[in-house]
């Protein structure tokens, strides 16, 4: 009994930490892809209800887009180190930080899938099914369902004896994987795209802060700013921004004796998600034939691609004289 005992496998250093490496590079990878299928819902079914910020850049689909092309990887190459010492010494599939990895998983992947249902369950009879909660829950559902099964097989020997199925559920998985990726870059854009956007959205705050300034500055000496730079003040501390993709500064013409134009030239039109912050951004004045800034909504700074113009005319009654409201 003692010579079993000491010939038994014991955990080394190098075991512990690559099935550590592995189930963490897992988790993390596993949580990303259902991220990214979420961000992907989200996207063809936009909530009508949701009025908060919107990440126009798409953080969170970035994010779980990077996480899997890296921890994706990590977690093959270090399995298929795994697998290679159990071939090389069978008795490592008894090793215990292997028992409790595989058993871990198939608890965790099976509580995922219980949850999943209850979940299911209560708003089906809430009433409070919709396309884009059903379509998350079939994804969580068939990620964590097929992980259980997965390593539930694992736990029972299966792809020790059938390691060509392994295989094959690898390269499958690892497809799903590139598709999901390759998808993210079809709505986000390329990086370079990404980059033109955010330009372009700094070229719209930019324009809202002049905006704010002139008609403060309406206010103060009830007249129109003769430049852009007459806007500058060293007590304030505000200083007229410039367009940071070219250099230059923003075009800026009297219209009228409460109006004026403010003109930037964008990279390409406006994407619906990079309007959301009109909503929480000052506009203290009225587009040209707009009567009140309640009509305007979220196109306030929407844009095409190029040299645009944007029309403004101050609503004394809205903004009136600092002169007048002190009177008053």
Request: some cysteine.
């Amino acid at each position: 009994m003692s010579n079993i005992f000491m010939d038994k496998p014991k955990v080394t250093p190098k075991d512990f930490f690559l099935w550590a490496g592995a189930m963490v590079a897992l988790y993390v990878s596993v949580f990303s892809f259902i991220s990214l299928l979420f961000e992907y819902i989200n996207h063809a079914y936009p909530d009508p209800l949701n009025y908060n910020y919107v990440d126009p850049y798409s953080g969170g689909m970035r994010f779980a887009i990077a996480s899997l092309i890296v921890l994706f990887p990590v977690f093959l190459v270090l399995m298929r180190l795994i697998r290679r010492d159990i071939a090389r010494i069978p008795e490592k599939r008894d090793l215990w930080v292997r028992r409790w990895a595989l058993f871990l998983t198939v608890f965790a992947a099976g509580a995922a899938v219980i949850i999943d249902l209850i979940t299911l369950i209560n708003y089906f009879l809430g009433g409070d099914l919709t396309t884009p909660f059903v379509l998350k829950v079939l994804v969580v559902l068939l990620v964590a369902g097929g992980a259980f099964l997965h390593f539930l097989a694992d736990v029972r020997g299966y792809w020790v004896q059938f390691p060509e199925y392994a295989n094959r559920v690898g390269y499958a998985v690892a497809v799903l994987a590139i598709v999901a990726i390759v998808s993210g870059f079809f709505i986000m854009g390329t990086p370079s795209e990404i980059r033109m956007y955010r330009f372009d959205d700094q070229k719209a705050n930019d324009l809202t802060s002049i905006q704010w300034q002139i008609v403060n500055y309406w206010q103060q000496k009830e007249k129109l700013p003769a430049a852009l730079s007459d806007l500058n003040d060293s007590i304030s501390g505000f200083v007229v921004p410039v367009d940071k993709q070219s250099g230059q500064g923003y075009s800026y013409e009297i219209t009228g004796k409460l109006a004026f134009k403010l003109c930037a030239t964008f990279n390409a039109e406006s994407q619906a998600n990079q309007q959301t912050f009109a909503r929480i951004a000052p506009v203290p004045a009225v587009p040209a034939g707009v009567k009140g800034i309640g009509d305007m909504g979220q196109s306030v700074w929407a844009h095409g691609a190029g040299l645009v113009c944007f029309e403004r005319i101050i609503d004394p009654e809205l903004y009136p004289p600092f002169s007048k409201a002190r009177v008053q």
